[in-house]
């Protein structure tokens, strides 16, 4: 598996399993994704810490009452097959409860973000 579903996976489970924070490998890309996730409130924070002189993102999980936040997530685009999609191509996820997040030239988005922004781009999953 490619490392952004690694994360994508950890962060479904440690949130089904209730946990706070979850460590996973340090990457540049999964930090940028993690801070996308926080925008997007899925996520409360991330940090990079170090642990035996090896680099951690750690992952703070977001709440509602005890209920995850994150309770699935889909990834779209994977490593055989890439999908792109143009700005008027961007749909609600879940009737507006999901989001979708893309990688685009000005950055890895959210669908909102994107809209916003007037940008297309790769299609990396949804979230909700």
Do not use: Q
């Not at 940028?32 to 992952?59: N, Q, W, Y």
């Not at 030239?105 to 979230?127: C, M, N, Q, S, Y």
Request: hydrophobic fraction near 40%; aromatic fraction near 6%; proline fraction near 5%.
């Amino acid at each position: 598996m490619d490392p952004l579903s690694n994360m994508l996976i950890a962060i479904k489970n440690g949130s089904r399993a209730g946990r706070e924070s979850i460590d996973l490998p340090f990457s540049a890309f999964s930090h940028t994704v993690a801070e996308c996730l926080v925008r997007a409130g899925f996520l409360k924070s991330t940090a990079k810490k170090m642990r035996h002189d090896l680099p951690i993102l750690v992952l703070t999980l977001a709440y509602n009452d005890k209920i995850p936040k994150v309770s699935e997530v889909k990834r779209i685009s994977k490593l055989s097959r890439r999908i792109y999609r143009g700005v008027k191509e961007l749909h609600p996820v879940r009737s507006g409860l999901g989001s979708i997040v893309l990688s685009t030239p000005k950055g890895v988005l959210t669908g909102d973000e994107a809209r916003k922004e007037h940008v297309g781009g790769e299609v990396l999953f949804e979230i909700w």
